[in-house]
């Protein structure tokens, strides 16, 4: 599998930041009232992480290592803005709908966390797809959350009404409760295929975040920080003897 489609795959599937790595709860509990809610959203924040980790890694060799996380905030920042603005002038039912959340995508721990661990030490082209797939990941089980909210909780899918009107719908999915049971149950769902097919010898175990590891054992208390700082003090060390 080439680069780009490795990291697409790793978004959708191996590190889903919904569904294994648990990122971006607030987002996901809270606007996924509806199918329409949990698209747009996981769309709004694919297009602001694939385009802010292209830009991040365009400028990885200029940005100082010491204002970086500044450096991130202020082209995740930039994007959002022009998201939002074009939500309120062609999608205004959508951009009132998610309201507070869209100008949270700034700090929305999946986008600073691939900007981190992974746009700011990689070429411009996987740090794309990188976002592409995690954006494509979070929109995927944002989505299918929505769906089984809303028909639980409303009868309908996508607005569209699909229970019978003598079916009473459940409330309570509607509701801040419902988040939790349905994520719970989708998360259960997907462990339960996972263990299936590690009987068959495929795993999903290993999680490695673009720097070849495995993520999930990590021993290493400090984890990527401590990764990168040995990497920039190596990389020190090389000029100075350069010199």
């Known amino acids: 599998m080439n680069k780009a489609g490795e990291r697409l795959y790793n978004g959708l599937v191996k590190e889903n930041p919904t569904f294994v790595l648990m990122l971006g709860m607030c987002p996901t509990l809270a ?59 062609y999608i205004p039912s959508l951009n ?45 089980a944002l989505t299918c959350i929505g769906v089984v909210r809303e028909l639980l909780g409303a009868g309908q899918i996508f607005g569209l009404d699909v229970l019978p009107g003598s079916v009473e719908p459940i409330r309570i999915f ?38 070849s590891e495995d993520c999930m054992n990590c021993k290493d208390s400090k984890g990527c920080t401590k990764r990168f700082y040995d990497e920039n003090a190596s990389k020190e060390k090389t000029g100075e003897e350069g010199r």
């Open 31 to 89: 606007v996924t009232t509806s199918a329409v809610n949990g698209l747009g959203m996981g769309l709004t924040t694919t297009v602001v992480l694939a385009l802010s980790n292209m830009i991040i890694a365009l400028l990885r060799n200029i940005i100082p290592d010491r204002v970086r996380i500044p450096g991130f905030i202020v082209i995740i920042a930039s994007f959002v803005t022009a998201v939002q603005l074009l939500l309120e002038a």
């Open 96 to 140: 009132k709908s998610l309201g507070v959340y869209i100008p949270l995508i700034v700090v929305n721990c999946i986008i600073l966390g691939r900007a981190e661990s992974y746009a700011y030490s990689n070429p411009v082209v996987p740090s794309f797809f990188d976002g592409l797939g995690m954006g494509l990941g979070f929109t995927f």
């Open 174 to 211: 509607g509701q801040a409760p419902g988040a939790f049971f349905v994520l719970a149950a989708l998360v259960a769902l997907q462990n339960y295929i996972k263990a299936r097919r590690k009987e068959k010898g495929k795993s999903y175990e290993k999680i490695g975040s673009g720097c």
